[in-house]
C-alpha cells in the first residue's frame, strides 16, 4: 500500500467494515457479541447522530433481543425490499444460520460482517479464529475474509457491491481481536468510490423484486419431494458468477483507489516451489516471512485466500505458481473427525480437479486457534516442514502436542523483526486510560506522520486489578505484524505495583528504553525495584526514566487519570516525533477525543501535558543489582498438583507453554482454585474494630469477593492463636460463651470498600470510626496473612445448629464462591456468594454467559469452591441463550435418577434377606431413607448419613440391583438447581426458554442478576434497562419502560417470585433465597444488581439499591403461589410505600444525569414518565396486596414517616 | 394620591424596588415570565457556579472513561459517548439570552467563581450575554485557621478589582455579614469598582443528621421577620458609601419592604416568599407596598428612601446597639 496523507485514518477492523456498512445499509440489525459488537454500537451512535447513508438517509439501527432475532430482521428487512446488514461472531453467527439459508435459498443480496471468533466447544473463548465463519460454509452465503483492518474496510465494500449485481448473499469475515480490535492506518474510501461501487440498477431490481401489495408475490413456499430438489439446483447460475462478479468488483475498486485484490493473492517467489495457503490476519507474517526468503533466493511464496465461497477453483490453480512443489494449507479452525479441515479438503479438491495429473503434495495444519498468536517463527516452521522429505500432514503449530504429537517445533530465535519499524509496549491498569492513550498515540503517529502505524491491545481475563498490555509500532511501510511485539525499543509501565507480580521486562531489547510511572524520584526507585527489575535493567543496559505520573494528574486536577502524563512521556522519549510537534499533536488529539466534554477537561489534560515533561527524569542505574526483594510469587504453598503444575503456569502468563497433555481432555476442571492464586490488588483493606462492633454480619454479607469472612468458635480453639489474632464475645444467645472474629482476606480483598458503607457501628468517640475501616494495606498486610491463615483453619460451625435465613446465620455459613474476579465492588456477587453458603454443598448451577460465567468461569481459577467434605456447588454453563433450559435439563436428570433410585431401594428392600450379613437391616435403612423429611438441613444431613451408610452396605451386595443403585444413590439426597444468569439472558436472549422452564412447573430456581444492561459485553441497552437511562444503543436515553419480568412469571400461578435488593432489605433477601429453594416448583428471584454501567462509586452500591427501593423504582416484594400459603394472598409488598421521588434516585446515578445533563428536556420528559411507571406500579401491586401490610422487619429499613413523606412530595413539586 | 415607586439600582431604572432574587424560579423561563406577569421590577437569574462546571465536566469524563478497558469485551467503556454534555456555562449563557430576549424587566446575572481567570471569562460571558448587571456572589468560608482576616478581605478587593476590570456593566457584589467591620468592606468593595452591594447572601449550613450521624448542607428557607440584619447594615451604610444598596434576606411581606426602603434600600430583593407563595406573591408585595406609601402621602419612594437610616434617624445608636443594652433600658423605669 502506497500511503497517500489525504484520506487516511488509523482505526480499527471493526470501524473499518462498519464505516461501509453503516455507509450504503438502509436497516441495521444488531445484537451485541464480543468481538463484533462495536460494529454495531458505532453503526448506532452513527444513525443517532444523524450520519447518513450514500443516499442521505439515516440508517435505521435496531437492536433485537438475540443473534436470531436480528437475523430473522434481516431477512424481513431484506425481503420488502431494504439494502440491509447485520454484525455478528461465534455463537451469534450459529444463530443466525436458519435465516442465512433462507436469505441465500431466495437469492436476497445482503452482507453479514464477521469479526470471526471461536465457537464454545470444551470452553467458551471470546478470541479470534475461523470456526464460527467454517459453520457457515454450507449456507449459500459467499464468503470474503479480509486479513488486515485496510481489507476489512475495502473488501467490506467489494462485499456490499458485489452482493446487489450476484444477488448471493455475502459473508465479510476479518479475524476477531487480530483485526477487529487493532489500531492501524489505513486509506478510507470516499463516498465517491463508494458511490461509484454501488449499483444503482441492482439496487433498483432489488427493490423490484421486493415484497409489495402492489406486485404481491409469495416467497418461503413449502415443496414437495417432486420439485424440491431442482429448483435448488435452479440458482446454480448464480453461483457460478459469483467469482467472476466478485473479480470485476476487486478490478473496479482498484482502478478507483490503486489497491489491487484477487479472489486469490500470491506473494513471493515467481518460481516458488513451497507454498503457504492460508486467510486472514495469518497472512500478515507469513507475507512478512515470505518476502524476506524471497529476497534471499528461496523459492517460497504465500497465496492468501479472499474469496472462499465460492471457491474458484480454476482461479485457485491459476494464482499457484507452476512450479509448486509443495503446499501447507493452514486452517484457523478445529472439524474434529474430519480428514482435513476445510480449506485444506477444499485446496486438495481444487488441485485434484484442476491438475489431476501434476498435483503438488499437500500438507494441512491448524493455527491460531482462540486467538493464539501465529508468529514469523512459526511460518518459517512450516516451510521447513514443507522442506521435509516426509512432510507431516495434519500439523498443528504454535502449541507443544505432546499427546498425538502434531506440533511442529518452533525456534523463535530465528526472526527478528526489523529495526526500520520501532516498536513500543505498555502495561497498564485495565481502565487507568493506558489504552486510550495508546489508541490516540498511534492516531496521531499515524495521521500526523509519514509512518505507518498499528496499536493492539492485550487484557487478562479478570475485571478488577486487570493488567492491560498495549503493543504499538510505527515504521515506514506498511505493518503485517499482526502478533505480540517480541523485543520492544520502549517499554512502560505504568503502574508500580506491577513489578512485584509481573514481568514488565520481558519485551525490552537490549539498549531500549524502559519508563516507570514510580512515586519515588531518580535517586529514590533504585531501591524499591525487585532484584528481577534491577537486573534486568543492567543486563540490557537500559535507559530508565521515572516520572510519578499521580501527583502530575493530581496536580493538574485530573485525580487518578495518568494517561495523558505518560503518553506525553512516551512521545519525549521515544523520539517518533519532535518534542515541540509532539506536544501540539497529543494537544490536538485530546481536543479532539474529548472536545465535547467541556472546557474544563481539555484545559486539565493541557495543563498536565505541560507538567509532564518536567516530570520525568532519567534514574540513576548502580552496576549491581543490590535487592533483596523477590517478586511476588502469586501462588500459594499447598496448592494442589493441578494448580501448581498448570493454574499456576496460567495466572503467572506462562499459559502458552503449557502442553497438550497438561490440559483436560473434556474442559473439566476442579473447583476451589482461586484461592491459591494471590493477587494482592488492594492498596487499603479493611481492618475490624471488635470494641464496637454489634456482630450483625452485613460487612461479610455484602462484601463481593468473600474476602470478609465471619467466624464463631469455642473459645478453646484460640490456643495456639497467632499474637496480634482478634476475637469478641459472640453476642448471640443462642451460642454463649462464644467468640467471633470478622476477617479480612488481605490478598484477595479488592478494596472496594462496601463492607465499610454498610457497617452500621459507628464509633462513639469519631463517627467516622466504624466496626471496620479502611486502612492501607501495607500497614496490615504481614499481621492480616498471619490472621487469615489462622483464621481459615478454625472450624465451621456445623451447618445444624445455623439459622440459616437471618443475616448472621447465614454468615455463619462457609462461603463456597470466594475470591472472584468479578470488579471490585460488584453488585452481582453479593447474591452467588450467599447462594453458596446457604446451599453450596447440594447445588448444580446452570450459568449463562455473562459476567457471572466470566467472574465464575473463566481461567485460570474459579471462585467455586468446596468445603472441607469436599461438597460444593457443581457448575456449568452450556450458553447465551439456553441457559433456563440446560437447567432443567439438569432438574430432569436428578429427578429421574432420584426416582430410579428409590425404586431400586424399594425393590432392594424387598428382596433383603434379614438374615444375610449382607443385606441384613437394608428394609430399615431403606424405610429410613425412603421416608425422610429432608425440608430442613439438619434432614439433609442426616440424609446425607443415611445415604452414606447405604452406600458403604452396597459395596456388599453383590447384585445387579445393587450395582445399578450403587451408580445413583447419592441421588437419594436432596439436590437443588440454581439457574443463574443476567438480565441479558432473562429478559431477552434467554427469555423464550425462561418462559417456558418456568410454566413447566418443576423444580428450579432461577436467580437474575439483574444489572439492567448487558454489562459483560460492554452496557448495551436490554430490555431490563429503566426508562431515562442512558446506555449503548440508547445514546439518546431509554424511552420505553423496563419489562416486568416478575409480574410476567407471577401470571403463572405455581412460580415463586421475589424481587430483591440487598442494600434495602437484607433479610427480605435471606429470606427469599430460603424461600424459594423450599417451593417444589419453579423459583424466580430478580435481584437487584448495580454495575459499574450505573455510574456510581461502587462503594456505594448499597445506598443506592436502597434508594431503588425507597424511591419505588425496585419494590421489594415476595409472590407465593396460592399452594404454599394458607389465606390464598401469596402477593406480599416487603418494601415502604415510595418515600423519595425517583428523580431523587435517578440523578443520582450517571446513567440518568448524563441524559439529564445532555438533553435536559427530553430527560424530564422520560423522568416523568417513569414517576408515573413507578405509581401505576405500586397502585397495581398495592391492590395485589389485597390488605395493606406492614413492611418486612429490618433495621435497616424504617417505616416511611409522614415527616419524610411530605418532604418528598415538596421535593418533588419543586423539581417539576 | 399614588406614590411614585420609581427607584434606581446599580443604575437600572427600575418601575419599584421589588426584585426577584437568585432562585429555581428565576432560572427557569416560564416562571421568570410569571414574575415579570407578576409585576417584579428586575430579576436575578441564578448564579453561575464555576465550581459547579468543573464538577459536572469532570465528572461527565470520569463517567465516560469509567470502566473502559476492563476487559476485553468491554474495551470501550459502558456509556455511549454522547453528543454533547452541557457541562460548560453555554447552558446558563443560553437561558440569560432567553431571559434577556423574553423580559422588559433588567436581568441581572449572578456569578460565583472559584478562580480569579474563572471570574473574570465567565464575567465575561455573561456581560457579552446581555446581562444588564452582574452580581458576584462571593461565598467564601476561610476554613483555613491559618488565613486571617486581611488575607480573606484582600481576596474579595482583589476579584472584585479584576472583574471590573473587565466588565462595563453594572457591578454588584452580594456578600454575607460576617466580616469583623462589615463597613469598612463594604466601602473597600465600592473602591475597587462595586456599583452596588447586596446584603446579604444565606448560606448552605451545615447540618448533623441524627440517626445516620451525618453533616447534611441544609439550606432553610427564610422566615418571615427575619430582616433585621440587612436593616442594620443599610441603615448604617446608607448614604456612607457612595454605591446602591440591595437588601436581601428574610424579606416577606410589604411591611418588611417598606422598613427597607425606610432604611435605604434602593431596591429589596425576595426568594423565600416566592418560593413559598409562588411568583404571583408580588403582585401582592407590591400592591401593600403602594397601599403604605399612598396611604401616608408619600411622593415617592426616592422621598422615603433612607428616611430611617442611621444619619436620618433621631436615635442613630439604635442601630448599634446590643440587644442586650437595648432591652434593659427599655425596662427602666428612669428611661
Redesign the interface.
Known sequence: MTKTRYGVATIDGNEAAARIAHKVSEVIAIYPI??A??MG?LA??WS??GVVNLWGAVPEVIEMQSEAGAAGTLHGALQTGALATTFTASQGLLLMLPNMYKIAGELTPAVIHVAARAIATHALS?FGDHSDVMAARPTGFAMLSSSTVQEAHDLALVAHAATLRARVPFLHFFDG?RTS?EVATIALLDEDVIGSMIDDDAVAAHRERALHPARPVLRGSAQNPDVFFQAREASNPYYLAVPGLVQAEMDRLAALTGRQYHLFDYWGAPDAERVIVLMGSGAGPAREVVARLAANGEKVGVLVVRLYRPFGTAEFVAALPVTTRSVAVLDRTKEPGAVGEPLYTDVVTALVEQCPEMAPRVIGGRFGLASKEFTPAMVLAVFDELAAPQPRNHFTVGITDDVTHTSLAVDRSRWQEPDSVKRAVFY?L???????ANKNSVKIIGDETELHAQGY?V?D?K?SG?M?ISHLRFGPDEILSSYLIGEADFVACHQFGFLERVDVLREARHGGTFLLNSPYGPDKVWEQLPVEVQQTIIDRRLRFWVVDGARVARES?L?G?INTVLQTCFFALSGVLERDVAIAAIKAAIAKT?G??????LQ?NFDAVDASVAAMHEATVPASATARRHRFSMLTAGAPDFVTRVTAMMFAGDGDLLPVSAMPVDGTLPTGTARWEKRSIADEIPIWDPSICIDCGRCALVCPHAAIRMKVYEPSALVGAPNGFVSKEWGDKDLPGHKMTIQVAPDDCTGCGVCVNICPA?SKEQ?KHRAIDMAPKLDHLERERTNFDWFMMLPELNRRALKLDSIKGSQLAQPLFEFSGA?SGCGETPYVKLLSQLFGDRILVANATGCSS?YGGNLPTTPWTVDATGRGPAWANSLFEDNAEFGLGMRLALDAQRSEARRLLADLAAVADPDDVATSGITELASAILDADQSTEAGIIDQRELVAALAARLANIDSPMSRRLATMVDHLVRSGVWIVGGDGWAYDIGFGGLDHVLASGRDVNVLVLDTE?Y?????QTSKATPRGA??????SGKTTGKKDLGQIAMAYGNVYVAQVAMGANMTQVVKAFTEAEAHPGPSLIIAYSP???H?IDMAEQMAHQKMAADSGYWPLYRYQPAADIADGHGFQLDSGKPKIPFRTFATSE??FA?LA????ELADGLLAQAQHDIDNRWQLYEQMVGLHRTAMADDTDTEAETEAETKARIDRT?EQ | MTTDLRTRYLGLDLAHPLVASAS?LTGNIDTLLALQQAGVAAVVMPSLFEEQ??H?????????????????????????????????PE?YVEMLRQARNELRVPVIASLNGTTVGGWTRYAQLLADAGADALELNVYLVAADVTMNSMSVEAQYVRLVESVRATIDIPLAVKIGPYFSSVGAMAQRLVDAGADGLVLFNRFYLPDIDLDE?DVVPHLTLSSPGSIQLPLRWIAILHNRINASLAASSGVHDATDAVKLILAGADAVMMTSAL?MHGPEHVTTVLAGLQRWFNDRDYLSVAQAKGSVSQLHTPDPVAFERSNYMHALTSYSPSH
Open positions: 464480543t468481538p459488537s462495536a454500537e448506532d451512535a443517532a447522530d471470546i481481536f480490535h497498564g485495565g481502565a487507568d486510560g493506558t489504552i486510550g491491545f487484557y481475563s475485571k486487570s492491560t486536577g485525580g487519570r474529548y465535547r466534554r467541556g472546557d474544563v477537561v486539565r459507628k463517627v470488579c466470566i444492561v454489562s459483560n459485553t460492554g452496557g442512558i446506555a449503548k444503543f440508547s445514546a454495575c459499574i454501567a455510574g450517571a446513567r448524563m445533563r445532555s438533553h435536559p419543586v | 429555581p462546571i468543573e459536572d465536566a469532570m465528572a461527565a469524563h470520569h463517567a465516560i472513561e469509567f470502566g473502559a478497558e476492563l476487559s476485553p469485551e468491554s474495551s470501550g467503556g459502558y456509556f455511549p459517548e454522547l453528543d454533547r454534555y452541557n457541562t460548560g447552558h450521624l418560593l
